[in-house]
């Protein structure tokens, strides 16, 4: 086994090494060249739909954790192989290493807004590691007993020592270009000094009524801190507030650009609105409501006058993603708004920092675009978004639906009184009535919390009598509108879920 695991070792401390060194580099001087981040995304670009839908099924707000880990496990075997490869069959292994480098190199050109410069680090990675491995392999070989050197010219405590001494200087350097380009992000932003005006309007108070006290039961205001995040993004971008800008181009008579402080000073606006991932499962998690500051995007595109034929706005991440959102959804009564706030303070880091997009009603995949800076007037005819040229449907309206907190699945209660609670949603329609089933009994209605706006879940709850043995609950919803909540089941693909939440509990 030794004539595998010694040679594997000198891969995997090369790579680690190579790795780290780009790292460092990519840390303090070009900011968007991590081979492991640049790699990962188009990984994330290239993966088919179902795949992600997969992932994001399992992990939900860790799948980018998960995709990094796989990526670690599968360059660390790769490395391995590469070393016992450039021992049995020299200079494959070196050769399968530069292949990795030359992948690296083509996810950091291929990232939109990154130039050639931000191939550097993964030059940079493979160059390093094709010469510690050379390096390492002919230590190895140098261990080996031969006519001239019975006992090898290298003892085997040496080159033992000398590949941990790689790997640790690559782990070390590794850890230090994280440190560094977490630092540097940090102070990029600014966020921390940033100090939000006061809003114009603000949003209507959060009605005494709407909030049930439940324990377990989703809170009616989710802080930034539990807010869900699903994105393409494994570097988040940082931006500088001092270097944002906002260009409206494409079919309009006047283009408009928009700095941050001229976006500060205009007179923003609050608004309640639940946003919602169109990859939620039914019953999911992928869903949060929160109080966003922002000036409202059909002022500005007023400003800029579109065609008549427009029927798409296509607005660009500083990452280069893309969202398609219909137009008279940033142009009708709804408050689709520039964000700069979330609950009282400036806009996390992951969640678009220094300017997003928020949109009632829609899914994000068409509408959220965090770190935005274009927004093109267009037709849906014209250009394809993200994830429309992945199979998802051009336009797409949150589904009506509902979800049972409370009791969570699987959970024993007491018999008797059981309190089975939950939250509702029909952004931008609202929702008018919330039932509960319990197995095949009648539907029975639950009392509703107070709406706080059309924009926004509501909370449910359900006094159960509940009796011992296994017992299955079931939720449905009717809109503003009186449509009732479909129990046809759907994939979230291509345009979200359906299906009704179903929860099984046992009474004791």
């Not at 949109?359 to 014209?382: I, N, Q």
């Not at 039932?435 to 107070?450: E, H, R, S």
């Amino acid at each position: 086994m030794s004539d595998f695991w010694r040679p594997a070792g000198a891969g995997v401390a090369s790579v680690v090494a190579g790795v780290g060194a780009a790292e460092l580099v990519s840390a303090v001087v070009v900011q968007n060249g991590s081979p492991v981040l640049t790699v990962g995304a188009l990984l994330i670009d290239l993966a088919p739909a179902w795949l992600k839908e997969g992932v994001i099924g399992l992990f939900g707000t860790g799948d980018k954790a998960f995709l990094i880990v796989s990526l670690a496990v599968v360059v660390v075997a790769g490395a391995g192989f590469a070393g016992w490869l450039e021992r049995v069959r020299p200079p494959l292994g070196r050769i399968l290493i530069g292949v990795g480098g030359a992948v690296g190199v083509l996810a950091a050109v291929t990232r939109s807004g990154n130039s050639i410069v931000d191939a550097l680090p993964s030059v940079l990675a493979a160059g390093v590691a094709i010469l510690l491995l050379g390096w390492l392999i002919r230590m190895l070989r140098d261990t080996e007993p031969t006519r001239v050197a019975p006992n090898g010219r290298v003892t085997r405590r040496r080159f033992v020592g000398s590949t941990a001494a790689t790997a640790a200087g690559g782990a070390v350097a590794l850890i230090t270009g994280q440190v560094i380009a977490g630092g540097f992000r940090a102070a990029s932003a600014t966020r921390a000094a940033i100090r939000l005006p006061a809003p114009a309007r603000t949003a209507p108070p959060v009605p005494p009524g709407a909030s049930f006290d439940i324990p377990g039961l989703s809170p009616i205001i989710t802080s930034n801190a539990d807010f869900y995040r699903i994105d393409t993004a494994l570097q988040i971008p940082g931006i500088q507030p001092d270097d944002w800008k906002l260009r409206i181009t494409g079919m309009v008579e006047d283009e408009v650009e928009l700095t941050f402080s001229q976006l500060l000073a205009l007179p923003l606006e609050e608004s309640t609105t639940t946003l919602t991932c169109v990859s939620n499962e039914v019953g999911g998690d992928l869903i949060g409501n929160a109080t966003w500051l922002g000036y409202p995007i059909r002022h500005l595109l007023a400003r800029a006058k579109p065609s008549a034929d427009a029927d798409m706005v296509l607005s660009t991440s500083q990452d280069g993603w893309t969202a398609s959102t219909p137009i008279e959804a940033l142009t009708d009564e709804r408050n689709a708004i520039l964000a700069v706030g979330m609950n009282g303070r400036p806009l996390p880091l992951e969640h678009g920092y220094p300017v997003r997009m928020v949109v009632p009603g829609l899914y994000g995949y068409v509408s959220a675009t965090k770190w935005v800076v274009s927004l093109e007037v267009t037709r849906f005819d014209r250009h394809t978004a993200y994830w429309t040229e992945r199979g998802w449907s051009e336009r797409g309206p949150v589904k009506l639906s509902s979800r049972i907190d409370v009791p969570a699945a699987g959970r024993q209660v007491k018999a008797g009184t059981v309190a089975v609670a939950g939250v509702a949603w029909s952004q931008h329609v609202g929702v008018s009535a919330v039932q509960v089933k319990v197995d095949d009994g009648p539907w029975q209605q639950a009392t509703l919390a107070d709406a706080i706006s059309a924009d926004t879940w509501r909370q449910w709850r359900f006094a159960w009598e509940a009796t011992p043995g296994a017992h299955t609950l079931r939720v449905r919803a009717t809109d503003a509108n009186g449509k009732v909540q479909t129990a046809a089941v759907r994939d979230v693909v291509p345009d979200g879920a359906t299906g009704l939440h179903t929860v099984r509990v046992t009474v004791v």
